[in-house]
């Protein structure tokens, strides 16, 4: 049997957490400072803002960073990253998710519980990724949504004291059901017409990884080791089919059903016949726009996983 692969962090180990992230999640931080500092050095710097992000991150000094949090904390760190030409050169990124929702750290295999994650931050192997990067030069780490999302987004946040992590494929499913006749939105992928426009789409899916708001399987055959992203155009938008899509999501089998497409490819371009849509790339949503093309990266960034 292969043994796993051990690289230990050549230089010490920068700890980065968000300052503001709360006393709740203090004790996991500590712990996660403890195991990690049973295989070598670590300074835990707490980040107030972007400047400070920025800084520790281009000043790690050859040093393996580990990031403490959730999509959110990875998205920021990996989009300062790109606008400084640095996703290769800052090494390796342990990840130890401590947010909410965790869908990239799904993803990867990584460990949910915090301890077990920074034993593979610490002693795991280093191993290429990619990322989406759109016309305005906006990075997705883990899934980019067109549609229902941004709806989904501004409902789980409501929903997310009381449900927490169950709080986004609830909100989700709402969206679902309760989004009106849907999107004109012509779909292409590396030149090729997946959706023309003509009949309305429900959600536009691309996914470098497959899950969103806590483990909803939008993009389910997502891999974000094989150099394509795959994209899920449903058409979903009858009521009763709003309810079918709704309930096939939570179980991952909604690209199934007869109304749904998917396909992969390294080029994809959004386009709105008529009005405007939002983004939700890694739960950040976007202001409306019209259009927007989408470019896979390979092998830009490294993560460290199991």
Same mark, same amino acid.
């Given at each position: 049997?292969?043994?796993?692969?051990?690289?230990?962090?050549?230089?010490?180990?920068?700890?980065?957490?968000?300052?503001?992230?709360?006393?709740?999640?203090?004790?996991?931080?500590?712990?996660?400072?403890?195991? /990690?500092? &049973?295989?070598?050095?670590?300074?835990?710097? +707490?980040?107030?803002?972007?400047?400070?992000?920025?800084?520790?991150?281009?000043?790690?000094?050859?040093?393996?960073?580990?990031?403490?949090?959730?999509?959110? =904390?990875?998205?920021?760190?990996?989009?300062?990253?790109?606008?400084?030409?640095?996703? +290769?050169?800052?090494?390796?990124?342990?990840?130890? $998710?401590?947010?909410?929702?965790?869908? !990239?750290?799904?993803? /990867?295999?990584?460990?949910?519980?915090?301890?077990?994650?920074?034993?593979?931050?610490?002693?795991?192997?280093? %191993?290429?990724?990619?990322?989406?990067?759109?016309?305005?030069?906006?990075?997705?780490?883990?899934?980019?949504?067109?549609?229902?999302?941004?709806?989904?987004?501004?409902?789980?946040?409501?929903?997310?004291?009381?449900?927490?992590?169950?709080?986004?494929?609830?909100?989700?499913?709402?969206?679902?059901?309760?989004?009106?006749?849907?999107?004109?939105?012509? @779909?292409?992928?590396?030149?090729?017409?997946?959706?023309?426009?003509? %009949?309305?789409?429900?959600?536009?899916?691309?996914?470098?990884?497959? =899950?969103?708001?806590?483990?909803?399987?939008?993009? $389910?055959?997502?891999?974000?080791?094989?150099?394509?992203?795959? @994209?899920?155009?449903?058409?979903?938008?009858?009521?009763?089919?709003?309810?079918?899509?709704?309930?096939? !999501?939570?179980?991952?089998?909604? @690209?199934? %059903?007869?109304?749904?497409?998917?396909? =992969?490819?390294?080029?994809?371009?959004?386009?709105? !016949?008529?009005?405007?849509?939002? /983004?939700?790339?890694?739960?950040?949503?976007?202001?409306?726009? +019209?259009?927007?093309?989408?470019?896979?990266?390979?092998?830009?960034? &490294?993560?460290?996983?199991?």
């Amino acid at each position: 049997m292969r043994t796993q692969q051990q690289v230990e962090p050549p230089g010490g180990i920068l700890a980065l957490v968000n300052a503001g992230a709360g006393s709740a999640r203090e004790g996991a931080v500590q712990a996660v400072v403890g195991e /990690l500092g &049973r295989r070598a050095d670590v300074e835990l710097r +707490r980040t107030r803002d972007l400047a400070g992000l920025r800084e520790a991150l281009l000043g790690a000094g050859g040093r393996r960073v580990v990031l403490l949090g959730g999509d959110g =904390t990875l998205h920021t760190a990996l989009q300062l990253l790109w606008d400084a030409g640095a996703t +290769r050169s800052v090494g390796p990124l342990g990840i130890v $998710p401590l947010g909410t929702g965790n869908d !990239l750290a799904r993803s /990867l295999h990584l460990p949910l519980d915090p301890v077990a994650a920074a034993r593979i931050a610490a002693g795991g192997r280093p %191993r290429d990724l990619e990322l989406l990067v759109d016309s305005r030069e906006r990075i997705t780490v883990n899934t980019v949504h067109a549609g229902i999302g941004a709806a989904a987004t501004a409902r789980a946040q409501r929903l997310k004291k009381v449900l927490r992590a169950g709080a986004y494929p609830v909100g989700a499913a709402w969206a679902g059901v309760s989004a009106g006749r849907g999107f004109r939105l012509r @779909v292409e992928v590396d030149g090729r017409v997946i959706a023309s426009g003509q %009949r309305p789409v429900l959600v536009v899916g691309i996914g470098i990884g497959g =899950t969103i708001g806590g483990g909803a399987p939008l993009v $389910p055959a997502a891999d974000p080791h094989d150099g394509v992203a795959d @994209v899920v155009v449903s058409a979903s938008t009858g009521p009763l089919a709003r309810v079918g899509f709704a309930a096939g !999501l939570r179980r991952g089998v909604h @690209v199934e %059903r007869q109304d749904v497409t998917t396909t =992969t490819g390294k080029v994809v371009e959004i386009t709105a !016949l008529e009005g405007t849509f939002r /983004l939700n790339s890694d739960g950040e949503v976007t202001d409306p726009q +019209r259009s927007e093309r989408f470019e896979m990266h390979t092998d830009v960034w &490294r993560a460290v996983c199991p």
